[in-house]
């Protein structure tokens, strides 16, 4: 049941991080119609203040409760890269270490007040696609 | 491998949706305290007309995936409240059409321009709700 616990869990904070990723990169663009570049950019500021509170922890419970179940299939006893299982989550955990890296980079060049990479301009997209295969890869392991 | 891809399509609508909606009741209302009621209105006017061209389409490829689920485990061969595994399933799809309803009856209102009744205010708090409970009924259940 423990299992089941940090899967609704991981499912869950997987739904609100990617859910609302999504919205930013497809959705809310829709607001440079009717806003102008300095309301925009001050409307960008509020949603991003607010999402900084709660994404990170939801990154990170995501982060717990994905090595809780991923201690299940690789571990000392199943070994490591025996069973195309293995190969797929392995691969789904450097990706979401990839997302976790690009965040934990946004927050720190936030703290010391210093511009991130332009390359960081893209990030969320980024995030978007590698979500989305991370999404497939943890059902596509089960079948394979 | 077409259940799996059935699924992968209803996990990541599922996920589209609900992310939207968690963003929508707990990141967007920060523009609200900060600029107001009328900005925070003006805003959300141009984010459901974009909306409102993308959830309807994700609500029917859920519905429509999850129908085709629903059959490998509730059919005439199988029985209907046999398991407890099916009476989650049948709680599970009472949920889901309470959402659609009020999805319906939202787009039937903003199509004829009608004022929704005041209950409808926090819809979209009711379908996070109903959403959280979905995703953990559809994980509860292959465990009962």
């Given at each position: 049941?423990?299992?089941?616990?940090?899967?609704?869990?991981?499912?869950?904070?997987?739904?609100?991080?990617?859910?609302?990723?999504?919205?930013?990169?497809?959705?809310?663009?829709?607001?440079?119609?009717?806003?102008?570049?300095?309301?925009?950019?001050?409307?960008?500021?509020?949603?991003?203040?607010?999402?900084?509170?709660?994404?990170?922890?939801?990154?990170?419970?995501?982060?717990?409760?994905?090595?809780?179940?991923?201690?299940?299939?690789?571990?000392?006893?199943?070994?490591?890269?025996?069973?195309?299982?293995?190969?797929?989550?392995?691969?789904?955990?450097?990706?979401?270490?990839?997302?976790?890296?690009?965040?934990?980079?946004?927050?720190?060049?936030?703290?010391?007040?210093?511009?991130?990479?332009?390359?960081?301009?893209?990030?969320?997209?980024?995030?978007?696609?590698?979500?989305?295969?991370?999404?497939?890869?943890?059902?596509?392991?089960?079948?394979? | 491998?077409?259940?799996?891809?059935?699924?992968?399509?209803?996990?990541?609508?599922?996920?589209?949706?609900?992310?939207?909606?968690?963003?929508?009741?707990?990141?967007?209302?920060?523009?609200?305290?900060?600029?107001?009621?009328?900005?925070?209105?003006?805003?959300?006017?141009?984010?459901?007309?974009?909306?409102?061209?993308?959830?309807?389409?994700?609500?029917?490829?859920?519905?429509?995936?999850?129908?085709?689920?629903?059959?490998?485990?509730?059919?005439?061969?199988?029985?209907?409240?046999d398991t407890p595994m099916q009476v989650l399933l049948w709680i599970k799809v009472f949920f889901v059409l309470l959402i659609v309803l009020g999805v319906i009856y939202t787009m039937y209102c903003k199509l004829t321009k009608k004022e929704p009744v005041a209950f409808m205010n926090y819809f979209h708090t009711y379908a996070l709700v109903l959403g959280i409970a979905i995703v953990i009924l559809a994980k509860l259940?292959?465990?009962?």
């Open positions: 049941m423990s299992y089941t616990l940090a899967l609704v869990i991981h499912l869950l904070c997987a739904i609100i991080f990617i859910g609302f990723v999504f919205a930013d990169v497809v959705v809310l663009p829709a607001m440079k119609k009717v806003l102008n570049d300095e309301e925009h950019q001050n409307v960008m500021n509020a949603i991003s203040n607010r999402a900084r509170k709660i994404f990170p922890i939801s990154v990170l419970i995501l982060i717990l409760s994905g090595g809780f179940m991923f201690s299940k299939y690789i571990n000392s006893d199943a070994g490591m890269f025996n069973t195309p299982l293995q190969i797929l989550l392995l691969i789904k955990f450097i990706l979401a270490m990839i997302i976790a890296s690009g965040i934990v980079y946004s927050l720190s060049r936030k703290l010391v007040k210093k511009p991130p990479h332009p390359i960081m301009k893209h990030f969320h997209k980024f995030v978007l696609v590698t979500g989305i295969c991370i999404v497939i890869l943890a059902k596509l392991m089960f079948v394979v | 491998m077409e259940y799996t891809l059935i699924l992968i399509i209803h996990l990541l609508s599922a996920i589209i949706f609900i992310g939207f909606i968690f963003a929508d009741v707990i990141v967007f209302p920060a523009v609200k305290n900060k600029f107001g009621q009328e900005f925070h209105d003006n805003m959300i006017e141009a984010i459901v007309g974009r909306g409102l061209k993308i959830y309807p389409p994700i609500v029917l490829l859920l519905m429509g995936t999850g129908g085709y689920m629903f059959t490998k485990y509730i059919n005439s061969t199988l029985g209907y409240f259940m292959f465990v009962v």
